[in-house]
């Protein structure tokens, strides 16, 4: 029995010698399927299995074990500046190497509608380092593991003149709760990270980070990298070669 549903493609792998396991994210979270014979006729799948390409896929459960088989996809979207652009093919091998292993299990319909929008915005951008801030940001949130930047995340008050800021504890830390992990952040600082976190949108963000200064742009890409890597405990490995072509 068939059944198709939206999908972003992650991963490919060749399995014997005319097989792909492919890797998908779905609105209901990442799954493996197998495209029989993939590798032997590649008209089939032509150009639908590059990385964060938007498909339809058609999937039918098979007769044994649990790995559904790819019967086919239809083109939603295909991104094309990485194909021209080295700087975003790094990016784009960043998005899907930290998509592909931190994905939280209980994805929500809203969050790959997110994503999708995400990547086609990415086509109009031209630069990619406040895209990675923005990025990083937002997949925080999407994995429960957003900074808390408006009350202490200790005591629950919101501080009123010394702000301290700790990323082991998740955040904002008051005068009172302030420990060891904790720097000061002054005034400008906590403001510019409450407004970065109310935004949705890619352009919204790009242009709000595009007015500020080199010296803060700075704290924020450095800021919300070292969270980020922090609270998800892993370091992707396309992330040197990103910032080395940054």
Not at 30 to 56: D, M, P, V
Request: hydrophobic share 40%; glycine share 4%.
């Amino acid at each position: 029995m068939l059944f198709s549903l939206p999908a972003l493609v992650l991963d490919k792998v060749e399995r014997n010698e005319i097989d792909l396991l492919v890797t998908l994210l779905t609105p209901g979270g990442k799954i493996r399927t197998l495209a029989k014979g993939a590798q032997k006729s590649k008209r089939r799948f032509l150009n639908l299995l590059e990385y964060l390409t938007y498909l339809k896929v058609h999937l039918r459960k098979p007769q044994k074990g649990k790995t559904l088989i790819l019967e086919g996809a239809d083109l939603l979207y295909l991104p094309e500046s990485p194909r021209i652009d080295i700087a975003k093919f790094y990016f784009f091998s960043y998005l899907t190497e930290v998509l592909e292993i931190t994905s939280p299990e209980a994805f929500k319909k809203k969050d790959f509608e997110w994503l999708v929008e995400f990547i086609k915005e990415l086509e109009e951008v031209s630069t990619i380092k406040e895209a990675k801030t923005f990025f990083e940001l937002k997949w925080l949130q999407i994995c429960g593991l957003y900074p808390q930047v408006f009350e202490c995340v200790s005591c629950g008050r919101e501080p009123k003149k010394i702000y301290y800021f700790s990323i082991p504890s998740g955040g904002l830390l008051c005068f009172s709760c302030k420990d060891e992990t904790s720097f000061p952040l002054n005034f400008n600082q906590i403001e510019l990270l409450r407004k970065i976190v109310r935004i949705k949108k890619l352009k919204e963000g790009e242009t709000l980070m595009q007015g500020l200064s080199a010296v803060e742009r700075s704290f924020l890409a450095r800021l919300i990298e070292e969270f980020f890597l922090f609270h998800l405990d892993w370091e992707p490995r396309s992330l040197r070669i990103l910032k080395e072509g940054l």
